[in-house]
């Protein structure tokens, strides 16, 4: 399956982390990790899903979502599933 691990530093200077697996069925898989938990989305394929997993990666990171950050991990997501 093809893998690929994304990387953003956000505004406060925290790495935010997740990795993308295709799935066979050409969907998505996103896991992504803060400090003590995980948060996965095995659908990201309409904005609101996708804004819902970053909303709940920003949090177990301990970062306020707000429109830059968001934005930021948004677009490094974006660019690896499309």
Known sequence: METKHIKVIVDD???IKASCRRLPDGQWSVVGWGP???V???SVDNDP???EFIDALL???NV???DLDSGS???ALVD???
């Open 80 to 82: 690896v599933i499309q």
């Open 49 to 51: 899903l996708l804004y």
């Open 73 to 75: 991990v948004y677009d």
């Open 59 to 61: 949090y177990i990171n």
């Open 13 to 15: 200077g925290k790495i």
């Open 64 to 66: 306020e979502p707000n």
């Open 40 to 42: 996965r989305s095995t």
């Open 36 to 38: 003590s938990l995980s």
